[in-house]
């Protein structure tokens, strides 16, 4: 996911020096990106405002806008690096372990991480907002790093299907599990799951 990360990360350095002409202060934003995670939890994507961080975090508006445009664009650079490394997992020698092992971290992300909670927000207010949609698609946090993991077991599954299709076979019934009833599979699911896409894809 690095990659995606990147281009995410280069935009956010470009735009900065565009809208500030400096760079901006890391005890601040470290503050905004802080205060963003701590409101989602406490009111909510909907009552989530720009007042309301900039307030929380101690910084000023005017200092908000100059760095962000939106509270999607904070949430969204709050919960990169939080990505990046939760679902970063290891190769494991074994296919069918390898792809189990990345579903359970996706599953618990989901689940029970702050970035997790503050993906799915995201995910939620791009069903009606072209903006954060726009934003949400150009990050591709989860399929970057999933298909990281399909990459690698790609050898030994040669009828795997083209990188988008693949992935989602791979985190959709993780992914759709989690955002219609905020519940995910247990292991056993997950891995019999797994072993269908590898006879599947081993053909």
């Known amino acids: ?11 956010v350095t470009a735009d900065e020096t565009t809208r500030m002409g400096r760079p901006r202060s890391e ?3 470290r503050a905004v990106l802080h205060a963003v995670d701590d409101l989602l939890v ?13 307030e929380r975090a101690g910084v000023g508006r005017q200092t908000l806008y100059r760095w962000w445009t939106t509270k999607a664009e904070i949430l969204l650079e709050a919960i990169v690096d939080d990505v990046e490394e939760e679902l970063t997992t290891p190769a494991l020698p074994d296919a069918a372990d390898d792809l189990a092992a990345y579903l359970r971290e996706l599953r618990d992300f989901l689940l029970t991480s702050p970035a997790g909670h503050a993906y799915r927000a ?5 069903q009606h907002d072209p903006t ?3 934003l949400v698609h150009t ?6 790093s999933a298909r990281a993991v ?5 050898p030994v599954a040669p009828a795997m299907p083209s990188a988008d299709l ?14 219609t009833t905020g519940t995910g599979f247990p292991d056993d699911d997950l891995r019999e799951h797994v072993r269908t896409l590898l006879d599947r894809w081993s053909t």
């Open 132 to 134: 954060v949609r726009d």
């Open 122 to 126: 995201l995910v939620g207010e791009a």
């Open 27 to 29: 005890r601040s934003r």
């Open 42 to 54: 406490d009111v909510g994507y909907a009552a989530l405002t720009m007042k309301g961080i900039a």
């Open 150 to 154: 399909l990459d690698r077991v790609r």
């Open 166 to 179: 693949g992935t989602a076979q791979f985190v959709g019934p993780v992914v759709y599990q989690a955002l």
């Open 139 to 144: 990050a591709d946090l989860l399929g970057t």
């Open 1 to 11: 996911m690095r990659d995606t990360v990147s281009r995410y990360s280069s935009a």
